[in-house]
């Protein structure tokens, strides 16, 4: 639906997004992750044509941002970080000038308002001023301006941004609900939004994508290595080793256990693309321990976004 290619811009000389390349699909939830000053809204505003690229070009559909940029704006609501919002206008009247605004008749007009009212959660709040919403409710407020015309695309930048951590899972849910019709992308530097609303994310760092991906993909293919935790009642270390360290893919094993401990706490540390938990299940039922905790851990997102955008 959407095509990125080799997209780069400048400010005066510095590269704020440089030769990035990317598709999204119709129907995707995508994130743009990366962290302050990786080029995030920069990308969000070129792909919603508020800037012009300094080369590259961005296809929407059949349409091309520059000659065709006025279409592709009719399908796309864009959400600002900062909520560009007329905070002195009470609710319902701003939204019904937004709707004017989008050229929505009279009974159209009212059944969006009713309509983005009860999808946002602004019922409670159509009467009162935007100046006196909280910080979410304006976001809500913003959101519902971005859907006015029903976009088929939906750009977010940074839409949890301030936001407390009720709030932050209230417009989480809105946006996957909205997800379930419409072609999503949202820049966040918060991982767990991302991982817990986001389809595909694609990792950015000084202008140039790191990583692109599902959650999963991007942590099989970080390359590092994995854990498993064992911990056994009744066993000795030594003998844990000398069992187990044979055992192909394992590449160290570690007593990670407190002094003094009753219980034997291991660590194994395994080759990225292996995959022994049988192998060792079996083998442990074949002696007199007492498994009290067998778990596998990849690399966490958070653990790899470091990595990845870790200063040189």
Known sequence: MIHVENLTRYYDNFCA?????????????????GPNGAGKTTTLRMLTGYLEPSTGQIKVQDYTIGPDTLEIKKRIGYLPESAPLYHDMIVYDYLEYIAEIRGLD??????RIRELAQLCGLNAVMHKTVGELSKGYKQRVGLAHALMNDPEILVLDEPTSGLDPNQIVEIREIIRKIGQEKTIILSTHILSEAEATCDRIVIIHHGKIVADGSTQTIKQSAGKDRMIYLTLADADFSGVRGLLEPVAGVTRIENVGAPGSDALQIRITLVSDADIRKDIYRLIRQTDWTLLEFRQETQSLEHIFRELTLEN
């Open 106 to 111: 009279a009974a159209p007009k009212m059944s």
């Open 17 to 33: 997004v440089d030769g990035i390349s990317f598709d999204i699909q119709k129907g995707e939830i995508l994130g743009l992750l």
